[in-house]
């Protein structure tokens, strides 16, 4: 994420930092949203379990979707 953002190409960058942050509620995040945090999410080396439960999926979509971006399980 770059510094000042608050939106990229229909992403709500706010949600995804918030997301991210260990402080819930956390916010619903829509179809494009949510594979676009899991990669985030993934690269601050947040565990599969934490990222499924805060994204409200299966701990097996989280490790598809980091396997569709290359990022391994």
Known sequence: MLH???????????????VMSEW????SLNDEELP????????ADIPVPVIAERLG???????RWRGAEGGGA
């Open 57 to 63: 999926v299966s701990e097996r979509t989280v490790t």
């Open 4 to 18: 000042g953002d608050t939106w990229r190409r229909g992403i709500d960058l706010i949600a995804i930092e918030r």
């Open 36 to 43: 676009y945090a899991c990669r985030e999410m993934s690269a």
């Open 24 to 27: 819930g509620p956390w916010p």
